[in-house]
């Protein structure tokens, strides 16, 4: 009933700047909280910012000041821009939104595909 497809993502310098961007599809009624997530080879998935309906942002400490998130909730889209890129980033990146479809009363975490970042030293 909903899809989130992600695009951008791919490899980069040390220092170097990537966009991510997440779109919703599908029947939705309405989208709450958005969010990227990170899971790097042989840990655990971790989150990497969030952005409320509203747009009350936050971000996990290592990522503050060089990664920003935004939305267009008239698009349902989300945008992680990231600057300065660290190889310590590397990892596959997760969009995830909470979604009410039509036919529920309550919002269900989405996922997109996952997009591979790779930052090189």
């Known amino acids: 009933q909903v899809q989130l497809v992600e695009s951008g993502g791919g490899l980069v310098q040390a220092g170097g700047s990537l966009r991510l961007s997440c779109a919703a599809s599908g029947r939705i009624f309405s989208v709450n909280a958005m969010g990227w997530y990170r899971q790097a080879p042989g840990k655990q998935r971790e989150l990497v910012a969030e952005?409320?309906?509203?747009?009350?942002?936050n971000y996990r400490d290592s990522v503050k000041g060089r990664f920003t998130t935004s939305r267009d909730n008239a698009k349902n889209t989300i945008w992680l821009e990231m600057k300065n890129l660290k190889p310590g980033n590397t990892a596959v990146y997760y969009c995830?939104?909470?979604?009410?479809?039509?036919?529920?009363?309550?919002?269900?975490?989405?996922w997109g595909q996952g997009n591979q970042v790779t930052v090189s030293s």
């Open positions: 952005i409320t309906s509203g747009g009350s942002t």
């Open positions: 995830c939104a909470g979604i009410q479809v039509w036919s529920s009363f309550f919002a269900t975490d989405y």
